[in-house]
């Protein structure tokens, strides 16, 4: 079974703070995503990377980076937290093809 | 642009009930859509995954079909259980990476 795993199910941080969310997926996948997920709007791009070292911007990208240093891990940052990115942030991987996702169970961030 | 719709956004059945869930969207130009299933505060399943040059696909009770030229998608459950209840969502893949996501269905079904 594919495994995605994200670091924290709950966080909350200070507006200002650095965060980091870590997602690790245990099947050698190329492509990593990072989503957030809001009441109304769905889940939307924020980055993806489908090599080590290589990211794309995705639909929202402002206020984030990203990390991919090895191949199992992406790591999304908000570099100063602001109390507009408290929502729910879902990581997935994919194969090279991309036919389907699998997604991690999701990180809820409060920021206060 | 590409928009997925989802109505009704909340449903409620009793148990034993066949239903169908609808999945509209503007662009016919996808390359697949896919069904999943998202628990409360949880991340999201996959159900089904309809290539676009496919009519439908099945998995135990789920039958997924997928109208390209109407823009259309429905999941059909057959014989709800109430371990059904959940938030449905549908995605299109509409580029190399790209998936534009409904923003859901959720199903309550009633023991």
């Known amino acids: 079974d594919v495994k995605v795993t994200q670091s924290s199910r709950y966080l909350v941080k200070r507006t200002g703070e650095k965060v980091f969310l870590e997602c690790v997926q245990d099947?050698?996948?190329?492509?990593m995503f990072w989503y957030r997920q809001d009441p109304g709007l769905g889940l939307r791009l924020i980055y993806f990377s489908y090599d080590v070292k290589m990211k794309e911007k995705g639909d929202i990208p402002e206020g984030y980076s990203v990390s991919r240093e090895k191949k199992e891990r992406f790591s999304l940052i908000l570099e100063s937290a602001s109390t507009n990115q408290t929502s729910m942030y879902l990581c997935a991987s994919s194969p090279m093809t991309i036919e389907t996702q699998y997604f991690g169970p999701g990180t809820r961030l409060l920021v206060l | 642009k590409q928009e997925v719709t989802q109505i009704p956004a909340a449903l409620s059945v009793p148990e034993g009930e066949n239903l169908v869930l609808n999945c509209s969207f503007t662009d016919s130009a996808i390359y697949n859509l896919q069904w999943f299933r998202q628990d409360p505060g949880k991340g999201l399943t996959s159900l089904l995954l309809?290539?676009?040059?496919?009519r439908e696909q099945t998995s135990g009770r789920l039958n997924a079909s997928l109208d390209k030229s109407s823009g259309r998608s429905t999941l059909y459950i057959a014989a709800s259980q109430p371990g059904d209840s959940a938030t449905y969502l549908c995605?299109?893949?509409?580029?190399?990476?790209?998936?534009?996501f409904g923003t859901g269905t959720r199903l309550k079904v009633l023991a």
């Open positions: 099947m050698d996948h190329e492509n």
């Open positions: 995605a299109v893949r509409v580029g190399t990476y790209k998936y534009i």
């Open positions: 309809i290539q676009s040059s496919q």
